[in-house]
């Protein structure tokens, strides 16, 4: 019996785990799966090695794409900038992400010659990417219609190609709908398999964070530069960075830059130009509680 290949994108959270689980039942599929290593976070598991002990546990063959570096990287920060679809509570175009993401595991399928790509989403259960309507334009943008398949949800939408053709059993499939998750952690007891505590999430939807990424994203942003939002107080549109702690100090003190570092207890300031050493050194002196004297710089 000929079997076909699916790709699963697996982000590495419960339902895209499920969907992997639920296509290994299908007789005539062996399945892959695809992980996307994001700028900003994936929202379920930034870890690939959690990824990779799962596929490796389950007998998956894992697939990495790098969105972090290259021409990728540059690809995806255009979309980010300049999205066709609405964003969320901050800077966040998950529908334009999803379709991204889509055509890049469309590409590999191509390549290993992937009859089926599948996802873990779940209908209605994120309001914005995850309703029927947005469902239907990221399969139509993706140029996957009839051909994206959604595992958990797939009896509450139309058949995919590979159902019409019997080569997936659609009763071997579920209908799965809305932000309860009963149902998910019920499976994850049958197939016993573990996964991550929903924590994180991506960073495009933090609005402290999106308010100094903003007036950055018309700069080639490298992925250390998004990194580096991450940590300490920003000022001068990120052109001075403070350590809030003993450990971003230590962080800012490995980074590329300019390194002013109190001689007293204080803030280590990371900055890209040494015409801003003074207005550091002020800013240091301001978030100290003791009076600073002397400063270290290093390049």
Do not use: W
Not at 8 to 36: H, N, W, Y
Not at 160 to 166: I, R
């Amino acid at each position: 019996m000929r079997k076909i290949k699916a790709i699963v994108l697996l982000s590495g959270g419960l339902d895209s785990r499920l969907a992997c689980k639920i296509l290994q039942e299908q007789t005539k599929v062996d399945v892959e799966a695809v992980f996307f290593l994001l700028p900003f976070g994936s929202g379920c598991c930034a870890d690939k090695f959690c990824v990779f002990k799962f596929c490796q546990k389950e007998g998956i063959k894992l697939h990495i794409i790098d969105l972090t570096k290259g021409k990728l990287l540059q690809s995806y920060m255009e979309m980010i900038k300049k999205p066709k679809f609405s964003r969320g509570v901050a800077l966040n175009p998950c529908i334009d992400c999803h379709i991204f993401m889509l055509k890049q595991a469309r590409k590999l399928a191509d390549k290993i010659k992937a009859e089926v790509i599948a996802t873990g989403e779940v209908l209605g259960e994120r309001p914005l990417s995850q309703n029927k309507r947005a469902l239907l334009i990221v399969e139509e943008e993706s140029g996957l219609k009839g051909k994206l398949l959604r595992p958990l949800s797939a009896k509450l939408l139309p058949l995919t190609d590979v159902e019409k053709k019997g080569i997936i059993e659609r009763n071997k499939l579920l209908g799965i709908q809305g932000r309860q998750r009963k149902r998910q952690i019920q499976l994850a007891e049958k197939y016993k398999i573990s996964y991550p505590s929903p924590a994180g999430g991506c960073l495009l939807c933090e609005k402290e964070y999106c308010k100094k990424l903003s007036p950055l994203l018309n700069k080639n942003l490298t992925y250390n530069d998004i990194r580096l939002l991450s940590i300490g107080r920003h000022f001068l549109n990120s052109k001075i960075i403070l350590g809030k702690n003993e450990e971003e100090n230590l962080l800012l003190e490995k980074e590329k830059g300019i390194k002013i570092i109190p001689q007293q207890p204080g803030p280590t300031a990371l900055i890209k130009d040494k015409k801003h050493i003074e207005e550091a050194k002020k800013l240091i002196q301001k978030y100290s509680k003791h009076k600073i004297r002397d400063f270290e710089i290093k390049n």
